[in-house]
């Protein structure tokens, strides 16, 4: 079964940085390349909202609160996608999750814990 699996979060002081990783796991490579896919993350008593994406020509959008510090960049060859957080806020604090754009595909996976504090 096609499952994300996400890694590299942890619990950083404001202005640090972190990168995470996720693999789509058992997705096809041919089906992996032409799908868009987006980063999203959820805090304790939100909603989940997307914050970076990016389509299979590289094509990338953030929203508002994120742009200028996180990027958002994908490897084909390894099934993989990454998000570079950097200048990390107590407000980033949340678990972040990968998944395609497409809603037709239910392959959300545990998501990784990233923790901001001093």
């Known amino acids: 079964q096609v499952q994300m699996m996400e890694s590299g979060g942890g619990l950083v002081q404001p202005g640090e940085s972190l990168r995470l990783s996720c693999v789509a796991f058992?997705?096809?490579?041919?089906?992996?390349?032409?799908?868009?896919m987006g980063w999203y993350r959820q805090a304790p008593g939100n909603k989940r909202e997307l914050v970076a994406s990016i389509t299979i020509d590289d094509t990338t959008n953030y929203t508002d609160s994120v742009k200028g510090r996180f990027t958002v960049s994908r490897d084909n060859a390894e099934n993989t996608v990454y998000l570079q957080m950097n200048d990390l806020k107590p407000e980033d604090t949340a678990v972040y999750y990968c998944?395609?754009?497409?809603?037709?595909?239910?392959?959300w996976g545990q998501g990784t814990q990233v923790t901001v504090s001093s």
């Open positions: 998944h395609p754009l497409d809603s037709l595909f239910d392959y």
């Open positions: 058992r997705m096809l490579f041919s089906i992996f390349r032409l799908t868009a």
